[in-house]
């Protein structure tokens, strides 16, 4: 029988080390941000997702869900959090698409500038990709972008909109190297742009053995990555809770494989998770995602470890 974590005693049953529950905050734990190995903003946004609404309340069911996730790591045998976790406030992110991107964009500029951390930007839509990774690019020369999504996104513009969701990589694969995995979702006006130019896509249904996908992926990224995770490149049967759900799709160990070993070859230097569409009959996206960005955390401390 499993319980989670903040109940009536406010820490982990039988364990005297664990971290008194502190709520609202990722894994219920917190230190200074200056102390912090990583840190973790909530993203609030959402304004042109074009099935599923409720991306917004995505970074909230996050940071509820993560309690519900073990401090101790069970595949790494650590307890990541005692390398120091910082949540950021939750932004307002009301007004017109370019003036909220801005404003996230020089966020995140900040924080990626603090030497030590790794920031996860969590949102929210996808289309919050145009403001969390410019500031990579422009501090990081030769990043190239690993895209795991259901969805290419690579409209130059959707529905009127070039700030939409579904244009989440057309402005970033015209600067940099974008590695795109799990593809199984492509729409005819930016088909011509899959697998061109800077864009190297690996669709699902042609790749579906992960272990050999992987050498093909690490051979595609240069040494500086940034990721960006659209939670609907999972199987929903892993993650229902997105806004756009395919079928299809990797599965957790299968997706895990894959980022297990860009974080060991590569040198991951920021990440973002976007889509999780909180469902109301279950928490299992949320504790999933949740599980998710922990195990990274784990993955890249363990890397510098090494």
Known sequence: MGFARGGFFGTIAGMSHAPQVVRGQFMGVTVPLQAARFVVLPLPYERTTSYKKGTRRGPAALLKGSLGVEVFDEELGRNTYLDGIHTRPARRLSGPAPRVFARVADEVARLAAMPGKTLFCVGGEHSLSHATIPPFLRRYPGLGVLHFDAHADLRPSYEGSRYSHACAMYPISQECRVVQVGIRSIGEDEAHLVGRGHVRTFLWHEHRDMRKLIPRVLKALPPLVYLSIDMDGFDPAVVPGVGTPQPGGYLWHEALELFRAVIAKKRVVGVDVMELCPLRDTVA??????????????????RVRR
């Open 285 to 302: 996206s949320e504790l999933a995602t949740a599980k998710l960005v922990y195990r990274l955390m784990g993955y890249l401390a363990a």
